[in-house]
C-alpha cells in the first residue's frame, strides 16, 4: 500500500501560479501511471493531468498550454505547476495512483483561485 500526500495549494489571484506536489510513501511512484485530480463544489471529480510510467503526459482541453505536470522519479514526487490561473480552476486537487488491485488517492489540497 502507497500513501499519496498532496501540498501546495492555497490562494492565487487570476492569472497567477501555484505548484501543486504529491509525495509517494515508496520508491515505485514511477513504475505506474499517475494522475491529478480535482473536484469542485457541486461538480464531479475530474482528470486534470496525466503521466504515464514512461513520461508521456495527457491533459484535459481547460488546461493545456497552463498546467504542466512533472515527476521526479529520485525523490518520488509528482508535480502540478499552474499558471495563469483562473476563477474555474478553483477546487480541491488530488493525486491518484491506481496499481495493480490498488487505486490510491492523496487527502486532496485546496486551490482558490480570487482577486
Known amino acids: 500500500q502507497v500513501h499519496l500526500v498532496e501540498s501546495g495549494g492555497g490562494l492565487a489571484q487570476p492569472g497567477g501560479s501555484l505548484r501543486l506536489s504529491c509525495a509517494a510513501s515508496?520508491?515505485?511512484?514511477?513504475?505506474?501511471?499517475s494522475g491529478w485530480y480535482r473536484q469542485a463544489p457541486g461538480k464531479q471529480r475530474e482528470l486534470v493531468a496525466a503521466i504515464t510510467a514512461e513520461g508521456s503526459t495527457h491533459y484535459a482541453d481547460s488546461v493545456k498550454g497552463r498546467f504542466t505536470i512533472s515527476r521526479d522519479n529520485a525523490k518520488n514526487m509528482m508535480y502540478l505547476q499552474m499558471n495563469n490561473l483562473q476563477a474555474e480552476d478553483t477546487a480541491v486537487y488530488y493525486c491518484?495512483?491506481?496499481?495493480?488491485?490498488?487505486?490510491?488517492w492523496g487527502q486532496g489540497t485546496q486551490v482558490t483561485v480570487s482577486s
Open positions: 515508496d520508491d515505485k511512484l514511477s513504475s505506474y501511471a
Open positions: 491518484r495512483q491506481p496499481r495493480g488491485f490498488g487505486d490510491y
